[in-house]
């Protein structure tokens, strides 16, 4: 099956730039969405097909895509962007998630 | 405004079965695609199942195939999972989602989220 690799954890200081990987075998043909999780809060889309943002969703959050390693990057970081991020894609009628990347804003 | 929210959760025993509700309001629902995800206490996201807009099509994850079954009452604007079977380490909060699109064996994004309801397998 399927799998999606992420760094367990992220620390970034306030302001500057945070960078979440995501794993998968040639991860670059396939959409790949982001999501954010705060916790007690609902899971929020924050990038779509890659580089794509959702209404509502900051500037700050851009991605990119290919080859084997898709990235989120997060610029200018605020506190307010600490939680948890997943990546996802769809593989043999299989919706797979990453395994989570915990954002810390120090 | 968009809407989603997850109903039915409890503890129940090992073996037993639980059926799960998702309401949607504020978007037309036979529109779109959608899912059950799971995750367990402390672990990540785990996709559960899929229902096509209409119905016509529904997937599951291995680790629940054959014992839970997805549907939909887009006249109520309903979506349901039933659970039988159940084990402890179907234990994890039960959130639905929503796909723009579904088609070929895949959907878009998830572009919307219910808060969740928690689902306990314990004896």
Redo the contacts between chains.
């Keep these: 099956s399927y799998e999606l690799s992420q760094p367990l954890s992220v620390s970034v200081a306030l302001g500057q730039t945070a960078r979440i990987s995501c794993g998968g075998d040639n991860i670059g043909s396939k959409h790949v969405h982001w999501y954010q999780q705060r916790p007690g809060q609902a899971l929020v889309l924050v990038l779509y097909r890659g580089v794509h943002r959702p209404s509502g969703i900051p500037e700050r959050f851009s991605g990119s895509n290919s080859g084997n390693t898709a990235t989120m990057t997060i610029s200018t970081a605020q506190a307010g962007d600490e939680a948890d991020y997943y990546c996802q894609v769809w593989d043999s009628s299989t919706a797979v998630f990453g395994t989570g990347t915990k954002v810390t804003v120090l | 405004q968009i809407q989603l929210v997850e109903s039915g959760g409890g503890v129940v025993q090992p073996g037993t079965s639980l059926r799960l509700s998702c309401a949607g309001s504020g978007f037309i629902f036979s529109n779109f695609g959608l899912?059950w995800?799971r995750q367990a206490p402390g672990k990540?996201?785990?996709?559960v199942a899929?229902i096509w807009s209409d119905g016509s099509d529904k997937?599951y994850?291995?680790s629940v195939k054959g014992r839970f079954t997805i549907s939909r009452d887009n006249s109520k604007n309903m979506l349901f999972l039933q659970m039988t079977g159940l084990r402890g380490d179907d234990t994890a909060v039960y959130?639905c989602?929503r796909s723009e699109y579904c088609g070929g064996?895949?959907?878009?994004?998830?572009?919307?989220?219910?808060?969740?309801t928690l689902v306990s397998v314990s004896s």
Excluded: R
Aim: with cysteine; charged share 15%; aromatic share 24%.
């Design positions: 899912h995800v990540g996201l785990e996709w899929v997937y994850a291995d959130y989602a064996g895949v959907c878009s994004d998830f572009d919307w989220w219910g808060p969740g």
